[in-house]
């Protein structure tokens, strides 16, 4: 079936580091690929999506790349803010159906 | 525009009880899907509901089960509660469904079963 494996946090970084949020999945066909951020207290929120292989998400700074030949959406940004602390939930849908496997999700927590 | 509205936010019930979550979806959304969020599971699918018909379903037993109205709210219901549904439920609109990939959370109602 469908899985999806994203690093284990809390990753904590300073202000203004490099961020890189590992995930890999197996699906069948050609999935979508998504990642969500579920900030404290609030339902999640879509960050970013790549639909076929090579397409690049962007948003708020956030961008991650669809690469078939090693199942993975890294989910990167070059300068972390405090305001980006959160919870990024890495997910896809397995060829043929749209609904969603998510991973575990990964905690990040960015100190001033 | 108004977010996606869950209640009650926060519910304790005896495991044997039933319990009903509400969902309101954003204004002119005909979609809602629900999850159920636990530490040990993550994040799972349980079924979406699109103009008052179930269109998807996860795995999950019988004793869940949802509906949906013709102002496309929603209630999701558990019955015969287990300690292992205590968990945060999630409720998510959309415009078209799942297949538009747009969906929008809301903050979810936490169930704890004792």
Known sequence: GNSVTQMEGPVTLSEEAFLTINCTYTATGYPSLFWYVQYPGEGLQLLLKATKADDKGSNKGFEATYRKETTSFHLEKGSVQVSDSAVYFCASTSGGSYIPTFGRGTSLIVHP | ?114
Request: proline share 4%.
């Open chain 2, 1 to 114: 525009k108004a977010g996606v509205t869950q209640t009650p936010r926060y519910l304790i019930k005896t495991r044997g009880q039933q319990v009903t979550l509400s969902c309101s979806p954003i204004s002119g959304h005909r979609s809602v899907s629900w999850y159920q969020q636990t530490p040990g599971q993550g994040l799972q699918f349980l079924f979406e509901y699109f103009s008052e018909t179930q269109r998807n379903k996860g795995n999950f037993p019988g004793r869940f089960s949802g509906r949906q109205f013709s102002n496309s709210r929603s209630e999701m219901n558990v019955s015969t509660l287990e300690l292992g549904d205590s968990a945060l439920y999630l409720c998510a609109s959309s415009l078209e469904g799942l297949s538009s990939y747009e969906q929008y959370f809301g903050p979810g109602t936490r169930l704890t079963v004792t």
